[in-house]
């Protein structure tokens, strides 16, 4: 590895690399190959100079010390993009508010409930379109059990996804119609989610490569653009435990470049590009 590096630059050698890699395994099942050093460095050099180091070594330190255990979820942090937009994917969305949400609405208004999962909400554009189109189609769903449960491994991107205030300019993705008819504006150019909406949406902090404190099972999750950070196991071990957590005939929704694994290993089967279908 080249360690030529402007004098304003920290230090990042070879082994700072593996260790960054080592760490990101441990904490979050994030993979890294040999080839992502120059990419390590770019998301990661920010973090240093901003903690006042001027090397990754002694970030790294402190990140691994006691003192240090609240900077760890800003370094897994900077290891994943938080790229997002609403209504992204939108075939997406045609197949939830064609095919999911008329079951849901059938279900509740029957005395049952219904839930959906954003399983990588990061700043919230995926879980309130999923809420959106919830209402397009169910109008009245939040005077019903009905809930789309939204985390995230940082708790930054959480928080600023709960908080349901974008910039128009992030906003331009949304239909007028639903724009106007669910949000508000707030100041500063800013729009809000307002209304009965916001009573559909719950942002938790969670690991998906660790223990999930979820009971029950959903009619749909969208976890996409997430297991591209993952070594085969992690994301094999994933699809299986997103499986377990569908209702029977519920649907999961993953990222363009990503494939589930065989039906025979978690009892899914691909009914549409990137749509798959709990079978058993």
């Not at 649907?251 to 798959?276: D, K, M, N």
Request: glycine fraction near 6%; charged fraction near 20%.
């Amino acid at each position: 590895m080249n360690n030529m590096r402007l004098a304003s630059e920290p230090d990042f050698t070879d082994a700072d690399f593996q260790r960054v890699r080592r760490i990101a395994q441990e904490e979050a099942g994030i993979h890294f190959p040999e080839s992502k050093s120059t990419l390590v460095y770019s998301r990661v050099s920010r973090r240093v100079r901003e903690m006042g180091h001027t090397s990754f070594r002694s970030y790294l330190d402190y990140v691994q010390s006691p003192a240090g255990r609240g900077e760890m979820e800003n370094l897994i942090c900077a290891l994943t993009t938080n790229v997002t937009n609403f209504f992204r994917e939108k075939n997406h969305f045609t197949h939830l508010e064609e095919v999911v949400i008329p079951n849901i609405a059938a279900t509740v208004r029957a005395g049952g409930r219904g839930r959906l999962w954003s399983a990588a909400c990061s700043t919230g554009q995926e879980p309130w379109s999923m809420a959106m189109s919830v209402m397009s189609v169910f109008p009245d769903a939040a005077n019903h059990d009905v809930r789309v449960l939204a985390t995230d491994i940082n708790g930054q991107v959480v928080a600023q996804a709960a908080s349901g205030i974008y910039t128009e300019e992030e906003t331009e993705a949304i239909p007028a119609g639903k724009k106007s008819q669910f949000m508000t504006p707030c100041g500063q150019g800013n729009l809000r989610f307002s209304g009965n909406i916001c009573r559909l949406p719950a942002f938790r902090v969670l690991n998906l490569n660790a223990n999930w404190p979820i009971r029950g099972t959903f009619s749909a999750i969208f976890c996409r653009n997430v297991v591209i950070y993952f070594d085969e196991e992690t994301r094999e071990n994933l699809w299986r435990r997103l499986a377990d957590r569908l209702d029977p005939g519920g649907f999961l929704y993953v990222g363009h470049s990503e494939r589930v694994v065989s039906r025979s290993q978690c009892g899914l089967e691909q009914v549409a590009p990137t749509i798959y279908r709990k079978v058993y």
